[in-house]
């Protein structure tokens, strides 16, 4: 059968192959230099198809980073079971985070989701899941306000992946986060305050 007859007999297919291009699109070019011209010529349909399935470009910018948010919702629920495994420490997380590091098409696709909602509403949601959920996994061991610090830091740590050729060293990552998570001791001046009062 030709793949045009099976696109033709398959419209939810071929609907899944617009959107799947719109996300690759966003995560190479951003959300806002989307076209249906674009997403045509990338998903190899015709132009009329784009706007069959979709009748606006918000229709099919929704639709593709509903899908980059299903991929992030994916890797949550991975980080989820490797917490588990690895532990809520420095150590633990600081691996998890290297490993991280390492997906690129994860990065971008975080990026773009990040990205976009800075612009729409609609898709902020989608961007504080993932700091949600390292806050999450890291509050019942740390606290509330260490595992926001700590969630911050990773975020800059992925924000700093995409303008820099090399990725932080894992050891780096271990470190500062033991800095932000590990309560430092009182000094003996603020302890002789203590006393005294």
């Known amino acids: 059968m030709a793949e045009g007859s099976r696109r033709r007999r398959d419209p939810e297919a071929r609907r899944r192959e617009i959107v799947a291009a719109a996300a690759?699109?966003?995560v190479e070019i951003g959300v806002d230099a989307l076209t249906?011209?674009?997403v045509a010529a990338r998903a190899g349909v015709p132009?009329?198809?784009?706007?069959?399935?979709f009748a606006t470009l918000d229709d099919l910018r929704d639709?593709?980073?509903g899908a980059l948010a299903a991929e992030v919702e994916a890797r949550i629920d991975e980080t989820r079971r490797a917490v588990v495994v690895e532990g809520v420490t420095p150590a633990g997380l600081a691996k998890l985070v290297h490993q991280g590091l390492t997906d690129a098409r994860a990065i971008q696709a975080d990026r773009a989701v990040v990205t976009a909602a800075v612009?729409?509403?609609?898709?902020?949601?989608?961007?504080r899941q993932w700091s949600d959920e390292i806050v999450g996994f890291i509050a019942p061991v740390h606290g509330l306000d260490r595992a926001r610090a700590a969630a911050v830091f990773i975020d800059g740590v992925l924000w700093h992946s995409q303008i820099h050729d090399e990725p932080l060293d894992e050891e780096l990552i271990r470190d500062a986060l033991a800095g932000i998570l590990t309560p430092s001791p009182a000094s003996p001046s603020a302890s002789t305050a203590a006393a005294s009062a």
Do not use: N, S
């Not at 132009?47 to 399935?53: N, R, S």
């Open 63 to 65: 639709a593709a980073i």
């Open 119 to 127: 612009h729409d509403p609609r898709v902020r949601a989608f961007a």
């Open 47 to 53: 132009l009329g198809a784009t706007t069959q399935y």
């Open 36 to 38: 249906h011209r674009k």
């Open 24 to 26: 690759e699109l966003i």
